[in-house]
């Protein structure tokens, strides 16, 4: 179960087809409750080998809880959890990670201090001799990590300054690339392309097809229905922390997904809401154009 | 700063000062070590002080009262002081309650226990004098011993300081551990969402302070023969003084070993120093307080510098 999740970049793990695969993570009526607070309640969930299952759904509607869940972060307070059609309960991220499940978290990204190849293998360090004297292998670290980061289009020419001098998106591909090269099996990205540009967000995308096409199971969550279009195999919409649609590529259209994740009325509703701010603001605002790119 | 009290007072020049100021400096330095570490690691300990009291006190009472080789009561002391950082440690991240709290609780046990079990047993506020006690001039020569390097005598302590610090420096930078003690103390949150043992770290952390009370603790032990129960107290805020004026953040996440063994050394100068140069010592503390503000905003400078957002 475990055996290859020590060789990073997992290189193809699925060795059974994908039709007959069976799911690497599932979720069961799970649910997750903060104290009083719901956060999540009756969920199901299936993560396929090479396959991208896409969550989707407004702010707040449990989508970080629900993967939060998946990479030991929390514990769920419902439902079942299974890896591999085990039934498990994780209580450290590290357990998640020794089952070959990596992360990318939307708001635990990077230690800002730290140099960038230290936190590029924090918590995976690379080291070499026998025990009185294991040391990290520096050069050997600063070199994957360097090589990593260029494959994502990112080029530091200082891997020693601290991570907290990058741009926010470029701590969020280091972050990105960490966890491709850590994820042996299923990789999760909480909203990675929420904080890039067209350009980083494309190269996000592609990650997520290579690592599909390399038989890892990718959990993508996203506001953006048209990047989860672009990669997805599964979609599943999250209301109020409970599942509103989960459906196959072939069972949705853009059209609709985008409707789900809005809420039919509510977008609507929305329509004439912003029909009428503008109204009252085109009188006011010399430049129109740039409230239309609102 | 040496240059300084180099040039204004006289005696200050002789090599034996220097001895003598590197000795002050070492004795504080030990400490500010692990002092250090636990502080890049996001957290400080308020007991440090009177740790090494109570561990000079137990190793002294334990051998005496049972009257066992000297070096049973010094391992016996080694296990109440890795002990007392492992409570520390464990409250610490069990209750999730600020170092603060739950240290300034373990400095008022210790500071009384050691003041009330030292009358119980000697009757006294002093322990007897283990002087002629079996293994006492061993545990002297590997304690408190004294080598001489071109006719001056310089403590065994100078070196034990300066091996530590390399120690620690090789810890600190060439060691997973090393790092797990920056992420710890950067950002304890991610680092634990990255797989590192980060109630494991904290906990070891401040168990390496209670090993360097011991340390110290038997260095005080072996020097003096007898051990003041009251001593220690106050000290352990030079400890974090040292670490920061030696770069370290108190709010974690950055410093280095070499940092505490300069503001050890610099603390140690200008105690000896201003002694040498005759003048009023009272003027020691209001040096370093000033020390203390500038390497703060200097330390505030670096944290904006990598960290703006
Ligand atoms: N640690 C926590 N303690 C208490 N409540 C929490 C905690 N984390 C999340 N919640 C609550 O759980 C609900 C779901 O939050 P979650 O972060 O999963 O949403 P999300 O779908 O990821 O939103 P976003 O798109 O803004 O990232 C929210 O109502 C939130 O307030
Ligand atoms: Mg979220």
């Known amino acids: ?294 | 700063m040496y240059v300084f009290f180099f040039a204004v007072a006289s005696p200050f020049r002789e090599a034996g000062s220097l001895a003598n100021v590197l000795y002050e400096s070492s004795v504080m330095g030990i400490m500010a070590l692990p002092v250090a570490l636990l502080m890049i690691g996001g957290e400080f300990d308020l007991s440090a002080g009177v740790a090494v009291t109570t561990s000079a006190l137990t190793a002294s009472m334990w051998s005496f009262q049972l009257s066992m080789n000297i070096w049973v009561g010094i391992v016996v002391a080694l296990l109440v002081s890795l002990a007392i950082g492992a409570f520390n440690g464990y409250l610490l991240v069990r209750t999730g309650l600020p170092s603060f709290l739950i240290t300034l609780g373990t400095f008022l046990i210790l500071q009384g226990g050691n003041l009330a079990i030292t009358k119980i047993f000697t009757g006294n506020v002093a322990t007897d004098s283990i002087s002629d006690m079996d293994g006492f001039e061993q545990a002297k020569e590997v304690f408190a011993s004294e080598i001489s390097i071109g006719g001056v005598d310089v403590k065994i302590t100078v070196f034990y300081w300066l091996v530590f610090a390399a120690a620690a420096t090789w810890l600190l930078l060439r060691t997973k551990f090393g790092n797990w003690i920056f992420a710890t103390g950067g950002s304890k949150e991610s680092a634990r969402a990255v797989g590192v043992p980060v109630t494991f770290t904290k906990i070891a952390l401040f168990m390496g302070v209670g090993a360097g009370a011991w340390f110290v603790g038997m260095h005080i032990l072996f020097s003096f023969n007898t051990v003041q129960s009251g001593e220690g107290v106050g000290n352990e805020f030079l400890y974090i003084i040292a670490a920061v004026i030696g770069g370290c953040l108190l709010t974690g996440g950055y410093g280095s070993a070499i940092g505490p063994v300069i503001g050890a050394f610099i603390f140690g100068m200008v105690s000896q120093g201003i002694v040498y140069a005759n003048w009023n010592p009272d003027w020691f503390k209001a040096f370093l307080g000033v020390m203390l503000l500038l390497a703060a905003l200097v330390n505030l400078w670096v944290r904006r510098q990598a960290t703006r957002r």
């Open chain 1, 1 to 294: 179960m475990t055996d290859n999740t020590t060789s990073p970049n997992g290189a193809a793990v699925n060795d059974k087809p994908a039709d007959a695969a069976e799911p690497v993570v599932e979720l069961r009526g799970a649910g997750k409750a903060y104290g009083n607070v719901r956060a999540l309640h009756t969920v199901d969930l299936a993560v396929y080998p090479s396959q991208v299952t896409c969550v989707l759904g407004d702010n707040g509607a449990g989508k970080s809880t629900l993967i939060k869940i998946i990479s030991g972060l929390h514990q769920h307070t419902e439902g079942e959890f299974l890896i591999d059609g085990r039934a498990v309960q994780l209580s450290t991220p590290r357990e998640a990670l020794d089952k070959g499940i990596a992360t990318v978290y939307q708001d635990l990204a990077t230690v800002p201090l730290m140099p960038v190849w230290r936190n590029f293998f924090l918590g995976s360090e690379m080291t070499k001799g026998p025990w009185p004297v294991r040391r990290l292998d520096i050069a050997a670290m600063k070199q994957t990590a360097d090589t990593e980061l260029r494959a994502m289009g990112i080029v530091l020419d200082d891997l020693d300054q601290p991570i907290g001098t990058l741009s926010g998106g470029q701590r969020q591909s280091v972050a990105i690339a960490r966890a491709v090269y850590f994820g042996a099996r299923v990789l999760i990205l909480d909203e990675p392309t929420a904080a890039l540009g067209v350009k980083q967000s494309g190269v996000v995308l592609k990650y997520i097809a290579a690592a599909r096409d390399r038989g890892l199971g990718v959990i993508f969550i996203t506001h953006n229905p048209h990047h989860a279009y672009m990669v997805g195999d599964h979609f599943s919409v999250l209301r109020l922390g409970t599942m509103e649609l989960s459906a196959a590529r072939a069972d949705v259209t853009l059209e609709e997904l985008t409707n789900h994740m809005a809420g039919g009325a509510e977008l609507a509703a929305l329509k004439h809401e912003l029909a009428q701010v503008r109204g009252v603001d085109v009188d006011k605002l010399p430049e129109e154009k740039d409230l239309a790119a609102l």
